[in-house]
């Protein structure tokens, strides 16, 4: 099993703006198998997908460093698809040892962040 957290962050353009906005939310995950093996190779830029059900969350309780009461969710998941490191040589490439099959593979224009 590992524990990875990842960043997920989301572009808009308000109407009464021409500039963008930016929201980056957090994921806890546990993830087991063969996934847990692959997750290790995740850095900070890589494309990764991570599909779950709300049956995969899992609420934990914990008290922060100023004693205050926190609620964390985790996402527990055995399957966890990676498709491009920041660092590749070219936008589109992916390394099909660790993703998913070249056919399952989408194309980066279509991903909608």
Same mark, same amino acid.
């Given at each position: ?11 808009? @353009? ?8 930016? @929201? ?10 063969? =996934? =847990? ?5 995740? %850095? @900070?830029?890589?494309? %990764? ?5 709300? #049956?995969?969350?899992? =609420?934990?309780?914990?008290?922060? #460093? ?7 969710? @985790? ?8 498709? =491009? ?5 070219? #936008? ?22």
């Amino acid at each position: 099993m590992a524990n990875v957290n990842l960043a997920v962050s989301r572009s808009w @353009k308000p109407q009464d703006s021409e500039e963008y906005k930016t @929201k980056t939310s957090f994921l806890s995950c546990a993830v087991w198998g063969d =996934a =847990a093996q692959r997750v290790t190779s995740l %850095a @900070k830029g890589d494309i %990764a997908i991570l599909e779950f059900s709300m #049956a995969d969350l899992e =609420a934990q309780a914990y008290t922060s #460093a100023d004693g205050e009461a926190r609620t964390n969710l @985790k996402v527990l998941r055995s399957n966890i698809q990676l498709f =491009a490191h920041a660092g590749s040589a070219e #936008a589109g490439e992916f390394p099909e040892e660790q993703g998913a099959p070249a056919e399952a593979q989408p194309d980066l224009a279509d991903i909608p962040f």
